[in-house]
Nanobody
């Protein structure tokens, strides 16, 4: 069993900053990609940013520069630093981890329950 738990969401004014954290726990052998996705009301879930096990990062359209993803592999944790927030950044932010179990070889995708970020204008 794997748990993916996010924290750090909340209400922030436009132009402000917020830092999200996500930790995966359980019988984990290794984690491939870890990343953040977001879903605004009535819209699809989109990539915000992800980081591979090798440290390569990838960002959603137009987010690089305002959003920065970092990873602490020893703690199975990923962070998302968000600056210059805009009202259109309002969404539920979900963490995803691709996990291999102890004794296994395949990677499985796990999602957190989501954390709400609300940016007031």
């Amino acid at each position: 069993q794997v748990q993916v738990v996010e924290s750090g969401g909340g209400l922030v004014q436009a132009g402000g900053s917020l830092r999200l954290s996500c930790t995966a726990s359980g019988m984990i052998s290794s984690i491939n990609n870890m990343g953040w996705y977001r879903q605004a009301p009535g819209k699809q879930r989109d990539l915000v940013a992800l980081v591979t096990s090798g440290g390569t990062t990838r960002y959603g359209d137009s987010l690089k520069g305002r959003f920065t993803i970092t990873r602490d592999s020893a703690r199975n944790t990923v962070y998302l630093q968000m600056i210059s927030l805009r009202s259109e950044d309002t969404a539920v932010y979900y963490c995803n981890a691709e996990v291999a179990f102890v004794g296994g070889g395949n990677y499985y995708s796990y999602w957190g329950q989501g954390t709400l970020v609300t940016v007031s204008s």
